[in-house]
């Protein structure tokens, strides 16, 4: 499978890279080229997946990024898939004891790239102290373990992680994590009618194929679609460039869809470039004629990593005003499944009117 997930940049940068690297047959980069480009940066080095300390996350006014410790638990997870000889750490945030009386429905996320079952904290509390299950898969391949070794290896690392192979196996690390914490004890308590994929930059990718997304492999198409999966949240989604007309490729997807991004989240690596246009394309191709809603989210300014746990990403005074309202629109989102109608998400673009460049939401 040979996928390169960038479009060339028009005014290309001189590749500092090795010459074999974009020889390696990368596929579905869109995590690895923010990291490229945060390599070339000289804040690089602090600008990665894996999160920061809480006090380094300023709450703003009138609500805070902190959740109340009392609202949720939290459980991580050290599974070994046997089959594929691979290990999958995951972290599970639940409401409080008692907090739902029913069932609780469950978003299963995957990060991006160089990331880790810690990271994407702010969602992961939040969602659970509002009643919903969110378990945070790791993704051993393409996680925080890229950044140890030797450092002169590490574009090699990157392009591995990129690899069809890779690729997949994120799929497959969902999946598994379901099957896991639906037959674990208590798995009973979720609602299965009410499971929802969600990711960043390389997860978005891994949220759209186990959503449906269609791909070549071999001459034939590729599904990997996931029939528990009853929506997605796709947040700086990049797209299957290589792989034909957007439209055949996401098409199939016909479950409910919010995307988010902003107008500088761009992914960028030495001759290749992924922006804003990348994000409209995919929200416009998504789901072709077939009556599924889908909502989009754009923010002013902002950057690819803003929606990491990362601060000062986007801007110090922007970065958690942006992740608050990220926030509360996924949790609308959320909510509008259950109740058939996304009604309520319309006041959300009028209470952050300061922060939001657009905001579209289709409906069948």
């Known amino acids: 499978m040979n996928l390169i997930p960038m479009k060339p940049n028009p005014n290309p940068i001189p590749n500092r890279l090795p010459s074999t690297i974009p020889h390696r047959n990368m596929v579905w980069l869109a995590g690895v080229l923010a990291v490229c480009l945060a390599m070339l940066s000289p804040a690089g080095a602090r600008d990665r997946e894996s999160p920061q300390p809480e006090a380094a996350l300023a709450p703003p006014e009138p609500e805070s990024l902190e959740v109340d410790a009392s609202l949720f638990t939290a459980q991580s997870f050290d599974w070994f898939d046997s089959q594929r000889q691979r290990r999958v750490p995951a972290k599970l945030y639940l409401p409080a004891s008692g907090a739902v009386p029913g069932l609780v429905p469950l978003v299963v996320f995957s990060h991006g790239i160089g990331g880790s079952r810690d990271g994407y904290s702010y969602l992961g509390r939040y ?31 990157l392009s591995d992680a990129a690899q069809a192979s890779e690729a997949l196996n994120r799929v497959h690390d969902l999946r598994y994590s379901l099957d896991k914490i639906l037959a674990a004890p208590g798995g009973a308590r979720f609602d299965t009618r009410r499971i929802v994929a969600a990711g960043h930059s390389y997860g978005a990718n891994t949220t759209m194929l186990i959503a449906g997304a269609q791909v070549g492999q071999n001459g034939q198409s590729l599904s990997l679609r996931d029939p528990r999966i009853s929506a997605a949240i796709l947040i700086s989604a ?3 460039y290589g792989m034909g007309d957007p439209r055949q490729i996401l098409s199939s997807i016909d479950v409910p869809t919010l995307h988010i991004t902003a107008t500088e989240d761009v992914i960028q690596i030495p001759g290749y470039v992924s922006g804003l246009q ?35 990403t986007g801007g110090l005074s922007l970065n958690p005003k942006v992740k608050i309202a990220t926030r509360q629109l996924a949790l609308a989102f959320l909510n509008g499944i259950a109740a058939g109608h996304y009604r309520a998400m319309d006041a959300w673009p009028l209470r952050n009117a300061g922060l939001v460049a657009r905001f579209e939401k289709l409906e069948p």
Do not use: C, E
């Open 127 to 157: 969602f659970a102290a509002h009643g919903y299950g969110s378990l945070h898969v790791q993704h051993v391949g393409s996680d925080r373990q890229l950044w140890f070794g030797n450092p002169l290896a590490l574009p090699g690392r």
């Open 238 to 240: 990049p797209p299957f």
């Open 278 to 312: 990348d994000r409209m394309d995919i929200f416009k191709a998504m789901g072709g004629d077939r009556a599924a809603a889908k909502m989009l989210a754009v923010f002013k300014d902002g950057s690819h990593s803003i929606f990491t746990d990362r601060a000062g």
